[in-house]
C-alpha cells in the first residue's frame, strides 16, 4: 500500500528531475546543429534520456 509519504517523495523526485533537465535542456539547444545532427546521434540522445527517465522511476518504487 502506498504511503503518502512515498508519494511526496514521487513528486519531489520528478519535480527535481524537471528542474535540473529543463534547464539544461533549453542551454543546450542553442549549441545544437540539429540540421548536422545524424539520425544515430537523436537515436542516442533519446536512448540516454529514456535511460535518465528509466532510473527516476525505478528509484521512486
Known amino acids: 500500500m502506498t ?4 508519494i511526496y ?4 523526485v520528478l ?4 528542474a535540473v533537465f529543463t534547464p539544461t535542456f ?3 539547444i542553442p549549441d545544437m546543429d540539429l540540421l548536422r545532427f545524424s ?3 537523436l ?3 533519446v536512448a540516454i534520456f529514456s535511460n535518465w527517465a528509466g ?5 521512486a518504487e
Not at 517523495?9 to 519531489?12: K, N, V
Not at 519535480?15 to 524537471?18: A, F, I
Not at 532510473?55 to 528509484?59: D, N, R
Request: glycine share 8%; aromatic share 8%; proline share 0%.
Open 26 to 28: 533549453q542551454a543546450a
Open 3 to 6: 504511503e503518502i509519504w512515498q
Open 55 to 59: 532510473l527516476v522511476k525505478s528509484s
Open 9 to 12: 517523495e514521487l513528486i519531489f
Open 43 to 45: 537515436d542516442q540522445l
Open 39 to 41: 539520425g544515430e546521434a
Open 15 to 18: 519535480q527535481t528531475g524537471s
